[in-house]
Each structure stands twice: as C-alpha cells, then as structure tokens.
C-alpha cells in the first residue's frame, strides 16, 4: 500500500525559506517520478515541480529560480527547498506520485501540508 506523508510546513514570513519534506512507502521509490502540488484556497490544484529517477526535475514557471526539488534515494524521500516565498506561495503543499495497473494509472497523495508566508 502506496503512503506518502509530508512534513516541513509552517509560517514563514515574506522573503523567507522553507523545506517540506515527503517520505515515501509502498513503492519502488528510486524508479519513481515524484511530484510536489499545490492549491491555494478558492483555486485548483497546480503542479509545482517534478523530479524524475535520474534526478532530472521541471519546475512551474512562477517557482523557476526560487525552489528546488530532490531526492534521497536510500530515505525513501523527496524535499522541496522553498527560498524567497512569496504571499503567493500560501497554499496547502502535496507531494504525489502514479503507477499503472495495466493500462490503469494509480495517482497517490500525500494528506498534504500547509505553508503560509506572511508578515
């Protein structure tokens, strides 16, 4: 059974830096594309970054430059390293990942973790 569980988040203020962290079980983590999301209230749910298993990750254009995922292979764990927040980066952080049953994709997430930049 696929668990993936956050932790990290908490009230950081404008310009200030943040690492939330997901640990993963269930799974072949090392061969997995892991993912971190986000959604703000009264918005959708938006891709933040991307890592892949050869450490090659994507990023949204409004966290380039600012925030960097990675991975700890032998901890089951991927981190997002979160510098000069913005109020905009406010929102409830998941991490999530998929796998196919067959032809079947299994999307995974985590319960998630609130992060809240403001002064």
């Known amino acids: 059974q696929v668990q993936l569980v956050e932790s990290g988040g908490g009230l950081v203020q404008p310009g200030g830096s943040l690492r939330v962290s997901c640990a993963a079980s269930?799974?072949?983590?090392?061969?997995?594309?892991m993912g971190w999301y986000r959604q703000a209230p009264g918005k959708q749910r938006e891709m933040v970054a991307t890592i892949d298993s050869g450490g090659s990750s994507n990023y949204a254009d409004s966290v380039k430059g600012r925030f960097t995922i990675s991975r700890d292979n032998a901890k089951n764990t991927v981190y997002l390293q979160m510098n000069s927040l913005e109020p905009e980066d406010t929102a409830v952080y998941y991490c999530s990942t998929n796998d196919y049953t067959g032809y079947r994709k299994n999307t995974y997430w985590g319960q998630g973790t609130q992060v809240t930049v403001s002064s």
């Open positions: 269930g799974i072949t983590f090392s061969i997995y594309v």
